[in-house]
């Protein structure tokens, strides 16, 4: 069964002062780079990468990835159209089932969430992990969802008003990660930095 990776990586970080897709982990990883490779090894195909801001440079750090990037030309409307812009390609491209939908801003993140989570997919699959109680990502948009999601997936919200509509399975993942999304400098992880 195939499932398409979807990362968003479009953002400007404006609170962060850098785009996130290229903050370093503690072995020198782009985020970008870190999140892909994850997406990888849970067998996601294809890795579809939404780039906005820092396209360029965000792309060359992509460049030995196995990797497809698709710049969201309204990256600056915010997650929606990150959203809009990678379903599109996955939906247009890919026989997929599913799309498991990844923003680049979760260091945490680990190996073991994304196959939990990947392992519901098929073609209804609506699924979102949940840490400690609290919902999170990777998101899991069966395809039946994508125009759904396509269409009402706008600002910042992302899928919220499509799920709200639409209560996802929720799969607690609070025993293998925290799910944190890193906004500010100050928020980093010990050995995550900037540049």
Same mark, same amino acid.
């Given at each position: ?8 990586? $479009? ?15 503690? &072995?020198?990883? $782009? +985020? ?42 309204? +990256? &600056? ?67 039946? %969802? +994508? ?18 509509? %639409?209560?996802?399975? &929720? ?14 400098? &100050? ?9």
């Amino acid at each position: 069964m195939k499932i398409a990776g979807l990362l968003l990586a $479009a953002g400007a970080g404006r609170r962060m002062g850098t785009p996130k897709a290229l903050v370093r982990d503690p &072995e020198g990883l $782009a +985020w970008v780079v870190r999140a892909t490779r994850l997406l990888v090894a849970a067998g996601c195909s294809p890795v579809v990468v939404v780039t906005g801001a820092s396209a360029q440079q965000v792309a060359s750090e992509l460049a030995s990835e196995p990797v497809e990037p698709v710049k969201a030309l309204d +990256w &600056e409307e915010g997650m929606g159209a990150s959203l809009r812009a990678g379903l599109t390609k996955v939906q247009d491209d890919t026989s997929a089932v599913a799309a498991l939908v990844v923003p680049v801003d979760l260091p945490g993140l680990t190996l073991d969430v994304v196959r939990r989570v990947a392992a519901r997919a098929d073609r209804s699959a609506l699924v979102r992990a949940m840490y400690d109680g609290k919902p999170g990502h990777p998101v899991l948009l069966g395809r039946e %969802h +994508w125009d759904g999601v396509i269409a009402t997936a706008v600002g910042d919200q992302g899928a919220r008003a499509y799920l709200e509509q %639409h209560p996802p399975i &929720e799969v607690e993942c609070g025993d293998l990660a925290d799910g944190a999304d890193v906004d500010r400098v &100050e928020d980093l992880p010990e050995g995550h930095r900037i540049g």
